[in-house]
């Protein structure tokens, strides 16, 4: 095995998470995890050991990744702890902010009369501010940021808040990009400034990306 990578275990989340409510319903988003899945593909052709954190998807492993399927935000969380220490972790999946209190055993039935539903829903554990503040911390730690306004803003103040050193921000809407999509458009913002990469298909995102990053690790920047 040759390439950039080579020597450095790379960590990433990808796809959506789903939250029961009951054995029937859950939760969900509209990730499609190919952006994720993307990036593992392309960091293990260069030589990195590759952990992909997948949640509920139907896409094929690629090649040279181990898999770690999980369901829900706190699996996601487990799952992602346990593989840590690496070197370099990419949050791409798009977990869950909120989930229900506590998930039913049974199938929750409607009453006769009931117009309106009230679920109690709690806060998930942040899993990429809590990579971004372990004590066996990654040298780069990478989020991604979903906005429909104000992108680089709010993405910058992610960055900050979460102690991240990178986040690609996509803008949500976008026509031909983003979730379902094959292409995807990103804004790549660290400290120093910002750099749009696309639109693009995700395979082509997700190497300059690691081109990107690979400069950061070679450079010493943290
Ligand atoms: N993330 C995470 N754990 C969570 C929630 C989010 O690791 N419980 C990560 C995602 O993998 C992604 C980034 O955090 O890398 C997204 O940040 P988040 O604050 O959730 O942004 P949004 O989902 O866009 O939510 P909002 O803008 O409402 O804060």
């Known amino acids: 095995m040759s390439g950039p990578l080579i020597g450095m275990k790379v960590v990433v989340s990808a796809g959506p998470t789903f939250e029961d409510i009951d054995p029937a319903r859950f ?11 993307a990036i593992a593909a392309v960091a293990a052709q260069r030589g990195a050991e590759v952990v992909l954190v997948a949640g509920p998807v ?8 181990r898999r770690v399927d999980v369901r829900s ?22 977990v869950a902010d909120f989930t229900p209190r506590a998930p039913l055993e049974r199938k929750l ?25 372990h004590p066996q911390r990654p040298a780069q730690v990478v989020g991604f940021a979903a906005e429909t306004n104000d992108v680089a803003a709010y993405a910058r103040s992610k960055l900050e808040r979460k102690g991240l050193d990178l986040i690609c921000a996509n803008q949500v809407g ?13 804004l790549v913002i660290d400290a120093h400034g910002d750099r749009p990469l696309g639109p693009a298909p995700k ?13 950061r690790i070679r450079g010493g920047r943290t």
């Open 203 to 215: 395979h082509v995102l997700a190497a300059q990306l690691l081109d990107l990053i690979g400069q």
């Open 73 to 94: 935000a706190a699996q996601m969380h487990r799952a992602v702890m346990d593989a840590l220490p690496c070197d370099l972790y990419i949050g791409a999946a798009a």
């Open 109 to 133: 039935k409607k009453q006769p009369g009931q117009d309106v539903l009230v679920l109690e829903l709690v806060r998930t554990r942040d899993i990429l501010a809590d990579v971004a503040a």
């Open 27 to 37: 939760l969900g988003n509209r990730s499609s995890g190919k952006m994720g899945f």
């Open 174 to 186: 976008l026509p031909g990009c983003g979730f379902e999509s094959d292409d995807n458009a990103l």
């Open 58 to 65: 139907h896409l094929p492993t690629p090649e040279g990744v």
